[in-house]
């Protein structure tokens, strides 16, 4: 960002420097006035720079206005707090600067080198695909060393016997034991005993005499050292390994679980020299064991070492620490299709919930904001650290997959109507409206906040003012509807002259420009905010509040990538029940199931089942341990069927259904998009004269 800011900030300069020199040429030319010290300020105008940059972190145009040759376009962006995953993820974003219409595959598929680094799921569909990555959980960007620290590291490596390029000849660097010397891509000279310097550079960074961003790399094919200690480069925490044995041993663990006590964290890991963090470059010189057991060669029967095993120099921490934010929400994702993975983690962002713990207060221009959230019953146990318990997004439904009378087809969802009165699914939407007290160009009147007169007022708009205050704002708690007036304001218009081309009434001395509601929209005001902004002008902001209940049309999605709408509401008798009288809160189609392999959600319905009849919360970290026979084993354990399917009773006349129904708590997440923000019908209006169909 410094980089960016630098390049705006000469781009604005030029452009003031030549906007005043242009202004001093003109004053020459015109012989007015001498050359003096104030005629020189009058030229300066340093709104170029301010306007420049508050224009490039307004719109996201990087040097210039957007379309031109050589600017940069959503360099800054507006953060999304849809959700409280998506404005984690959105912080984690990476772009790769190419055209999106480019037909070439190969920058968009995923490379061996992103291994840890960046996430293999999360990529949006369609034309930015494989080109917006996200960074993997435990990466972190360097952000290069203290200036000046190439010098330091040079004269590090000088102590430890590295020769310089103007000392030595050409002789000597072609000489098969010498090894050549990078610090950031510079060649800086030879060394002749590589290992030992390498072994020196490793433990100063393990003891953080040197820091433990620089990367240290060693090519013995190509036989040169390299050391990076450059900004942008992707690290990431592994453990280190010595004599097939971790460093990290059981007492530190346990500091670590009682580090409120023994302020013993990730710090301490690093200057015990536990952890070294590692970037592309130095990952690829190193074995890294996938799993603790790898570590352990199996032995022969006379506990003999096999005749080949592998010396690892490091170990994996998990390796679901490969995910990034939104594919961490996922449990079981190693049991998933690829694809799915990659559709949950772009609904995951649409899906309702707490997006942040203070948003009573907030001002957002648009928040939803689910009645009732609850934590998954299934958790991986990286969500944990994303916060995803505390400010959740979905409810455990429970999911029945069945026809039943088939409004669930083609990727619909048939929901219990009693389960929605009783508050299912229920949400709230925000929407803010603002306004200012802005003062007009060049002249001393300034608009105001009233209620608007008919009397002396032009453009009176269309819906009602009876709702505002005497002030000309809108009482909270008052419910609006359509193009109802929220925010009453005029602009005082200037006296009438001879050379208006239209003559206006004298009456009028003022023009209407008050703020309306939306007009597919109604609800109720829930806040109203006065203040003074930056320039000193009053500032408004009106929130409204509606409720928005599940309707059909409205559209679901598990964590799995099978999102649907809903297609029927059916009464609490009407729908199938079991021996002990549960009824489900969704019905899906089975169809939804084979053809896209998300076997992950089959495994969630069954842990969460478990995990109720328990009461402990399921663990569905991906590449654990556990596994389908071993839930299976605990359910039936608690009196069910092990494949976690139930006889089931028909609603409509109470015969035994013939299949036995595979039932279940699942986690299902409501997205944004509802039928009444969608719904759009007219009478009559604009049509194209070739089809007689509306234009719009």
Request: aromatic share 6%; with cysteine.
């Amino acid at each position: 960002a410094g980089q960016l800011l630098v390049g705006l900030l000469r781009v604005c300069l030029r452009k003031m420097t030549k906007e005043m020199q242009k202004e001093m040429q003109k004053i020459i030319d015109s012989g007015r006035e001498p050359l003096n010290k104030n005629s020189i300020l009058c030229c300066v105008n340093a709104t170029h720079i301010s306007k420049g940059l508050s224009y490039a972190l307004a719109t996201g145009n990087w040097g210039g206005k957007g379309g031109q040759p050589g600017v940069r376009t959503g360099v800054s962006q507006v953060l999304n707090r849809l959700a409280y995953a998506s404005t984690l993820s959105h912080l984690r974003r990476i772009n790769t600067p190419i055209e999106r219409s480019g037909k070439l595959a190969k920058p968009r598929q995923l490379h061996n080198t992103q291994w840890g680094m960046l996430c293999p799921a999360e990529t949006p569909e369609g034309q930015a695909c494989g080109l917006v990555k996200n960074l993997a959980l435990m990466t972190m960007v360097s952000v290069g060393s203290k200036k000046g620290y190439g010098d330091q590291i040079r004269e590090f490596l000088e102590e430890w016997g590295t020769e310089n390029l103007e000392e030595i000849s050409a002789s000597v660097i072609a000489q098969p034991t010498t090894t050549k010397v990078f610090v950031d891509g510079c060649w800086i000279g030879i060394h002749r005993a590589p290992v030992t310097m390498i072994n020196a550079l490793y433990k100063c960074r393990r003891t953080r005499e040197i820091d433990y961003d620089v990367s240290i790399v060693r090519d013995i094919k190509d036989r040169e050292v390299r050391i990076f200690t450059d900004a942008g480069r992707c690290l990431r925490p592994i453990f280190i390994v010595e004599d097939n044995k971790l460093l990290i041993k059981q007492r530190h663990i346990k500091k670590l679980l009682d580090r409120q006590n023994t302020k013993y964290g990730w710090d301490s890991l690093l200057n015990d020299g536990l952890i070294d963090i590692m970037d592309v470059e130095e990952e690829d010189t190193c074995t890294i064991a996938m799993d603790f057991h790898d570590l352990r060669p199996k032995l022969g029967p006379n506990g003999e070492l096999p005749e080949s095993f592998t010396t690892y120099t490091h170990a994996e921490i998990h390796p679901s620490m490969i995910l990034g934010i939104c594919a961490s929400i996922i449990p079981f994702p190693d049991h998933n299709q690829s694809p799915r993975n990659t559709y949950q983690s772009a609904m995951g962002k649409q899906a309702m919930g707490a997006y942040c713990s203070n948003f009573m207060v907030r001002m957002d221009t648009t928040a939803h904001v689910l009645f009732y959230p609850q934590k998954p019953l299934a958790c991986p146990r990286a969500m944990k650290f994303l916060q995803f318990r505390d400010l959740p997004a979905g409810q455990n439904a429970v999911v029945a997959i069945a026809t039943y009378s088939g409004y669930n087809q083609e990727d619909s969802v048939m929901m219990s109507q009693a389960a929605i009165d009783r508050g299912l699914y229920r949400s709230i939407f925000y929407r803010s409206y603002r306004d200012e007290e802005r003062g007009q160009k060049g002249g001393t009147s300034k608009e105001k906040f009233e209620c608007p007169n008919p009397e002396n007022t032009v453009g009176m708009r269309k819906g009602a003012y009876d709702k505002l205050d005497m002030d000309g704002l809108i009482l909270p708690g008052s419910r609006v509807d359509g193009e109802d007036v929220i925010i009453g304001k005029t602009t005082p218009l200037p006296p009438p002259s001879e050379e208006d081309a239209q003559p206006r009434d004298k009456r009028y001395t003022k023009k209407d420009s008050s703020t309306c509601l939306r007009t597919n929209e109604a609800g109720i005001v829930d806040s109203v905010m006065v203040t003074h902004n930056a320039e000193d002008n009053r500032f408004v902001k009106v929130r409204i509040r509606s409720i928005r209940t599940p309707q059909i049309g409205d559209k679901f999605a598990s964590r799995h990538g099978q999102k649907g709408t809903c297609g029927l509401t059916y009464r609490q008798d009407e729908l199938p029940f079991t021996m002990q009288g549960i009824t489900p809160d969704i019905i899906i189609n089975p169809h939804a199931i084979p053809s896209r392999m998300t076997i992950g959600q089959l495994f969630e319905c069954v842990l969460g089942k478990v995990a109720c009849l328990n009461g402990y919360e399921g663990d569905a970290t991906p590449f654990g341990s556990m596994s389908v026979s071993d839930v299976a084993k605990l359910l039936h354990g608690s009196g069910y069927q092990r494949t976690g399917n139930e006889t089931m009773y028909s609603g409509h006349t109470g015969v035994r259904l013939d299949a036995p129904i595979f039932l279940g708590p699942t986690f299902y997440q409501r997205l944004k998009h509802m039928v009444d923000d969608k719904v759009h019908a007219r009478a009559r209006g604009p049509i194209t004269n070739l089809v007689r169909q509306p234009s719009e």
